[in-house]
């Protein structure tokens, strides 16, 4: 059965993840030297699918990129085939390609299709799969918060490079007796500044899952002064709000087509918190793009390996229609069916919160 | 029940593993925050507490500790009290001097004693407990081979040390077309060389639980010349050993008192190699020391402030006997009593080795 | 004459910069151990000066601070003892309240005052010394932009985590085909920027020296797009200013006592670029307060060592009035009063702007 | 003149330093940007251009090359065309084959050789400009011992190694009371175990320019215990030697045709040590072929594209039997008659060996 595979093809969709290229890497070497496949790579995610722009994924060009951030077949981060903008009679509509990409598949011989992505990626390969194609996921998701495995790479780089910064203002808030308001990735889930929160020596983590008030806030600041901690390190996930409170919406310089971020929450904090705290100084800083980059730790160069590695064996099991995930440590599958929509966040009264919380970490909710 | 606890003591055992001194802080700050406990650190393990050294723990004390390696209360890796070297009459003899401990805690009012530490030292724990002692055990193994528990801190941090080592090991090796052979903590087992070794993109891994024979080597050291890669990383677990063969004594400098390592298996396999490989420079590293101490990476100290908070929690609960650990991914608790020589070592069929010989890696057993 | 020196006392000014502590060390440690010297520290700059506020410096309250970013003496902004703020009947008014600096020197029985600062600092430093008290100067700005000396301290540093951070932008830059634009530290001067963007592979670099013009940024990302590379990296100083144009005020949360920062050249720029640059997205980073802290570098360790360790001889040789400085490598001295207000900036036509032209950085000046 | 410049050849000799990488980008860059010319790379140093071994050199390939430690061209150790070893009637001799090369550049149309190496090398190239080839030299030596330029490349990179080693042995040190003896490289020159023991906190600096005596070391040890600090950390430089005695010969294994290295100085000097010292552990790591690769610090990029920029204007200035060089902070050249032989080595009276002492570091000397 396997023996007709001969042939298949990678995309990276959505924003990148540290891991990506590693995913790549484990999927085209196992699938080479394993399986004798061929392999090629889609660039731009389903972009490249659509107008059958690819590259050939050989043992050399996969070498030499385990450990760098980003994706060698590069992302987009809006491309649905099946409601793709396309321009028609001078208009832009929306309208379903999908079919175009089957008919490229075909036409290029390739048997598979592997689809590294987030939740919109997936969605789309799970409507490929239902299309009839031979469809693979590997969930990606920088702020692990897929419900359908443990753990995702990038997750363990992004909390490493987020604790080395809070490592770096650290010492400039202990010299100066700042309150720094530092923000974190996580628009839905907080599992980034809570896991940096901790490893990073924060005061205060504020995470979407826990809506904070300002008055807890205020009062942890001012134990820290009594007990001579005369500074304070709040790390605050993007999508956290005030209690009662709504997402703030980034602040939008006027006239940009496309909204620059001016940071939303940690400047809103700030501000709130320098109203009532008259004897520090309060600052911001939006950490942003820094947190998505460069190189991949060695935890999640060995995730992402297990990833493709197994992503290749499913292949080879025939086992379309499925996401690689991990389940109680170990590699396993998924219907993409079951997957999408799945998410997870951090449980308030779970077992991490609860650790935080009794080594005197405050979730400002108190 | 818990109500009577006042006062604990905690003492780390054996070789120092990165995340000791945040399993330390997190314990004292959840005693001190949470129970209302007292806590004192007694100093080189067991031979503080047979000497009633010891230092008040206070969250002042174990401020600025979470990411350093070492152990602020230092360690020791030989005293075993229940066979205790002492003068006696001019000569050194082995005596049980447990007791002198188990007076010194009630002297000083020590209700619980918290132990960190490997196989020899939680054996003792649990000869304390058999003595009436209440004794919480934490394990330490930075080679991660422990039976009753998922993972230990250290390894992550041991295992990115070795993996950014190899990391500036492959550039040299690459410009110089050398074969390296580069030799990793690991006595019994072999996952730190197993882990680094595919996030650090080693060729050849050689580990205690697959021997290993040159031919097998030699041969992939060949097909990666014909591949265009003419050169080759190999990692090596100290306890590594040749098919047949047994493990290599390290060299001993004459004289020496305390034997001084020269390194065992790196140099005796590039010895080998050297007399068949005649195309390549064929150079050994021992990597010793440093792999053990500095920082520790993020995912350490989150897991170290899990297992001590834990354990803080452990007491609480009158769970004395125990030691913490995680199942599935969860702390949880078992018998010293099921713990000792309870060893894990690498599945020479398992997932990992499975995965790294589908992407290429060898182990040197084809 | 020497002979009669028996304590110093030390204060840290302004902003912190990595290397403060090495300096403290340095002195310190010379101090006691070459001379003899019984060393305090006055917290938080000219203010802890003016309360009596200190704390004895020893070898052991020097112990593990080499590497450690910020300042153990802590540091404030804003306090000048000629002009200090001060409550008199109700009102807040400047008054010059040096005599009780002087008097408190007196009482304590210091000798000589040694004083880490930038231009403010330095000034009161000179002013104490033209009062009679007898100084040492020790230049700190992490902007490199002092004229008396070579270089300073905490600026291999600062171009340390700037260069680290532009590579993990790089990744994602091209993984999504963005134009980045980051904002380094450098209101008056453009090294860091310029440094950090020579290291880090910037494709166009901003300083206040060079007034930039937004039609030569976008040709040079046109440029790029033709020869394969639709990606750019900007690294802009917080002092650049468009041709024309004026240094962009930060914009200012309303009703903020102390303004927040939201970025100002960094966000101005990607939003002019974004309305005319339509293939990319253009995204935006404010490096803000992470470019000062945590470890320090080795190089700056040694300079920091070297600025202290010839800061305590000076004391013994009676050198007051002066500042310690490096010229042509070498470590010197040069009177405080030829010190202040000798700036220096990149030169546009210099050595390394022409080196960066030629490899092909832009300046937008073109 | 300059003009009739079309093609200029690169090639990198010796063991490989971080930032020959950097140095070949800026060359190409400048090459072809600035001035138009023709660029390639000779592969392995001199036996590459005997061989007429070369591949173009490009701005695609000198892309992503510039922090990447290494050598694209490798390198080789040993290759002299002035006396090479070549198979003549079964034996081989060496034998003069400067000629083939003159006469390959020639062929090739390459009106300039730009040669990248030490000693050796640099001899060679000096040769081939006697012999009227148009060569410039750009100096590489990782230990910055070359008398005829401030500082190289490498240098600052093996100096952030062994000080980030420096501080992993550290933790581990204090935790066991133990006494680290780290060899550094440095055959002639001591300098990166100077710089790498200040910047790392070291209690002894023992360099080939200051010999030691053990009692020196015995005494240091026992005033750390005396004064609470009962851990001494000492790096020494490979070629340092006792007070009498000889540069230590690395122990060979029997029969190995090309020497392993097992270690040398420390070896001998952790023993020497431990029949002394009884109060501590004595241990020893040689840090080996881990100090020269990896990634290249900021510092050496810039340093490096500095020297690798000037080179090209040197070429088209028509500099030719010139190397590169930096005289007081500026870049400048050099006749390559001049250079040969010209070392550099720590001076046991200088500035930096003085603020050593003064901080306290013992250099075994007294």
Known sequence: MENKIKKIGILTGGGDAPGLNAVIRAITRTA?????????????????????????LTLDSVSGILHKGGTILYSSNKDNLFEYLVEEDGKTVKKDVSDVAVENLKNEGVDVLVVLGGDGT????????????????VPKTID??????????????????????????????????????????????????LHAGIAGSADVILIPEIPYNVDSIVKRVKERDEHGQPFTIIVVAEGATEKGGEVVVNKIVEDSPDPIRLG?????????????????????????????????TPYDRILSTRYGAEAADMIAEGKFGNMVCIRDGHMSSVSLEEVIGSNKSVDPKGELVRIAKNIGISFGDE
Chains 1, 2, 3, 4 share one sequence.
């Open 264 to 296: 939303g929450i940690a400047n809103k904090l700030a501000n709130d918190l320098e109203k009532v705290i008259k004897n520090h100084e309060v600052r911001s800083v939006v950490l942003g793009h820094v947190q998505r980059g460069g190189d991949t």
């Open 122 to 137: 997936l969605t789309s390969a799970r409507d490929f799969a239902r299309k009839g194609v031979k469809v693979i996921g």
């Open 32 to 56: 080479i030297l394993k399986y004798g496949y061929e392999v090629i790579g889609y660039k731009f995610g389903y972009r490249g699918l659509y107008n059958n722009d690819f590259m050939p």
């Open 144 to 193: 692990n918060d897929l419900g359908a495995t443990d753990i995702t790479f990038g997750f363990d780089t992004a909390v490493s490079i987020v604790t080395e910064l809070l490592g770096r203002i650290h010492t400039t808030a202990e010299s100066h007796h700042r309150v720094m308001v530092v923000e974190a990735m996580g628009r839905n889930a907080g599992f980034i500044a």
